[in-house]
């Protein structure tokens, strides 16, 4: 990932960096919220893998946009979040749909 910098920038801090693994983490309304995610860039796009989010606060549209701007940030196309295995709630077990998130 770019520097750690550019990220905060946008609202984003790098917490941890290491074989291709990144903790983030942005603050919502309802706290900190922690993101864990494989990263890889594939020519033109981001791909955010086995994702796992700790806190409140982020809804389908905040992961949106939070993607947006780690595309923005990394000068991509197209992000894909692929979410890790539920661990708890009402789909434990079962993995999330991919989410993609168009940036140009």
């Not at 309304?29 to 922690?34: A, I, L, N, Q, S």
């Not at 893998?49 to 701007?69: H, P, T």
């Amino acid at each position: 990932m770019r520097d750690h910098a550019s990220y905060a920038a946008v609202g984003i801090t790098i917490l941890e960096e290491d074989d291709g693994m990144v903790s983030l983490q942005v603050i919502t309304d309802k706290g900190p919220v922690v993101i864990v995610a494989e990263v890889l860039l594939l020519e033109d796009r981001l791909i955010l893998d086995r994702v796992d989010v700790m806190g409140e606060g982020l809804n389908l549209g905040n992961i949106r946009k939070l993607a947006q701007l780690c595309g923005e940030v990394e000068d991509v196309v197209e992000v894909i979040v692929i979410g890790g295995r539920r661990v708890s709630g009402l789909h434990e077990g079962r993995y999330p749909t991919p989410i993609r998130v168009r940036v140009k």
